[in-house]
């Protein structure tokens, strides 16, 4: 792991070249964490269309609580209420 320190640092094109490389794997980054929460929405709506079909559309799938209309209007993939989502979302990070 001490590739760096042999690397020639002089250069600017070779500073560049690490700068271009930071924003790329930035970007890859950013565009994993942007797939990860287009998955997760897919699976979220994947599951209300089963919960629709089972006729348990509406109620939070972890406390079974109806989950209000307006939060359902607003993401009507939304499989669990505020209260449960909050506290899932703080344990696994979307
Ligand atoms: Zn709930």
Do not use: W
Not at 64 to 84: F, V
Request: overall charge negative; charged content about 25%; glycine content about 4%.
């Amino acid at each position: 792991m001490n590739e760096q320190s042999t690397e020639t640092v002089s250069l600017d094109q070779a500073k560049v070249g690490r700068l271009s490389r930071m924003d790329a794997l930035q970007q890859q980054a950013m565009a994993q964490a942007n797939r990860a929460q287009h998955q997760q929405r897919l699976r979220n709506v994947q599951l209300a269309l089963t919960a629709i079909e089972e006729q348990s559309y509406g109620f939070c799938e972890e406390c079974g609580e109806d989950i209000p209309i307006a939060r359902l209007e607003a993401s009507p993939e939304s499989i669990y209420c505020i209260n449960c989502k909050n506290r899932l979302e703080q344990n696994e990070p979307l």
